[in-house]
């Protein structure tokens, strides 16, 4: 049995975590554990089901697996992948993770996962907001990765041409920067010093993806982690 290592990817919106975590869990062949899908899977089924308040959502809990196989995401063994970046459901997002009884769930269950497999020698890369602070405090290595506003509201406007949505790259923009500033209220430390926390900071606005995801690899051969 080979070693297997914990791998947190954090950083802003946009910055590349959710492009480059697959990338990275294939080099290793490793798990791709996408903390934020976990959080989408709820949102798109208290819209389902017309669970509008936090009480609604807290109690519906019981009702819900949710399970990750790649960059796929189950809901109660349907294949909702396609239906998580919607307007609608990355608006209710907040909300649902904003609830302490979700947000307590949720991180039990990605700690199982990842202490589970890295136990029996399978690389994990977790990928998401708070993935190197709250979730996995003790991983192997953490990796903050950041680009400028522009660059990012590029990607991410790109990103949503890809899948049909019709939105000026203002509107993108001025979104990037709404949720920069809400990032900043709820961690403000972590996104304004990460290497506070033992994050290893990637600037990326210059950088390629294949660029980004090779340095990545360097620093992790430096270390003597893979």
């Known amino acids: 049995m080979g070693k297997g290592v914990i791998i947190a990817l954090d950083?802003?919106?946009?910055?590349?975590k959710g492009t480059l975590a697959p990338l990275l869990a294939k080099k290793l062949d490793g798990f791709y554990l996408q903390t934020g899908a976990m959080y989408r899977a709820l949102a798109l089924y208290?819209?389902?089901?017309?669970?509008?308040?936090?009480?609604?959502?807290?109690?519906?809990?019981?009702?819900?697996?949710?399970?990750?196989?790649?960059?796929?995401?189950?809901?109660?063994n349907e294949d909702i992948t396609t239906q998580l970046h919607n307007n609608d459901v990355s608006s209710r997002v907040p909300m649902v993770a904003a609830i302490p009884e979700?947000?307590?769930?949720?991180?039990?269950?990605q700690k199982r996962i990842g202490y589970d497999l890295r136990e029996k020698g399978i690389?994990?890369?977790?990928?998401g907001r708070d993935t190197g602070t709250v979730v996995f405090p003790d991983a192997d290595i953490k990796f903050f990765l950041d680009a400028s506003v522009e660059i990012r509201a590029k990607r991410r406007h790109a990103q949503l041409q890809a899948r049909g949505e019709v939105l000026s790259f203002d509107k993108v923009l001025d979104d990037t920067i709404k949720r920069d500033k809400s990032d900043m209220h709820q961690s403000?430390?972590?996104?304004?010093?990460?290497?506070q926390y033992g994050y290893v900071l990637i600037e990326s606005t210059d950088l390629t993806q294949e660029t980004t995801l090779e340095k990545i690899l360097d620093c992790m051969r430096q270390r003597g982690i893979i």
């Open 123 to 127: 690389s994990v890369i977790a990928e």
């Open 11 to 16: 950083g802003p919106v946009a910055s590349g």
């Open 188 to 195: 403000g430390a972590l996104v304004s010093r990460p290497d």
């Open 46 to 76: 208290s819209l389902r089901n017309d669970l509008d308040t936090p009480e609604q959502v807290k109690n519906s809990l019981s009702d819900i697996n949710i399970d990750l196989k790649g960059e796929s995401t189950f809901l109660n």
């Open 102 to 109: 979700v947000r307590n769930v949720l991180i039990r269950e």
